[in-house]
């Protein structure tokens, strides 16, 4: 039983600053990638960024050089600081987590239910 928690999701105005967070609990063994995912209404749910256990991070072109992706592993969490947004990063946020379960020594991809990022003036 592993549960994603999103929060800091909100109404900003274009150029404005917003923090994600995700806080992973429940029967881990370990972590892998960890990652954050994006979907706007009538749009596929796209990438938008990714963290691996070693640190290495993946951003989708549309965001590189405005968010940041980061994770503390002590506490199975991982963030997504975003910068200078736009009206086009309006939508719904999903962390997600590949996690090795306590439980069953598989991997999972476990989905957080999301948080809503609204940029308008």
């Known amino acids: 039983q592993v549960q994603l928690v999103e929060s800091g999701g909100g109404l900003v105005q274009p150029g404005g600053s917003l923090r994600l967070s995700c806080a992973a609990s429940?029967?881990?063994?370990?972590?892998?990638?960890m990652g954050w995912y994006r979907q706007a209404p009538g749009k596929q749910r796209e990438l938008v960024a990714t963290?691996?256990?070693?640190?290495?991070?993946g951003y989708a072109d549309s965001v590189k050089g405005r968010f940041t992706i980061s994770r503390d592993n002590a506490k199975n969490t991982v963030y997504l600081q975003m910068s200078s947004l736009k009206p086009d990063d309006t939508a719904v946020y999903y962390c997600?987590?590949?996690?090795?379960?306590?439980?069953?020594?598989?991997?999972?991809?476990?989905w957080g239910q999301g948080t809503q990022v609204t940029v308008s003036s």
């Open positions: 429940g029967s881990i063994f370990s972590i892998n990638a």
């Open positions: 963290i691996t256990s070693g640190g290495s991070t």
């Open positions: 997600n987590a590949e996690v090795i379960s306590s439980r069953t020594w598989a991997t999972y991809k476990y």
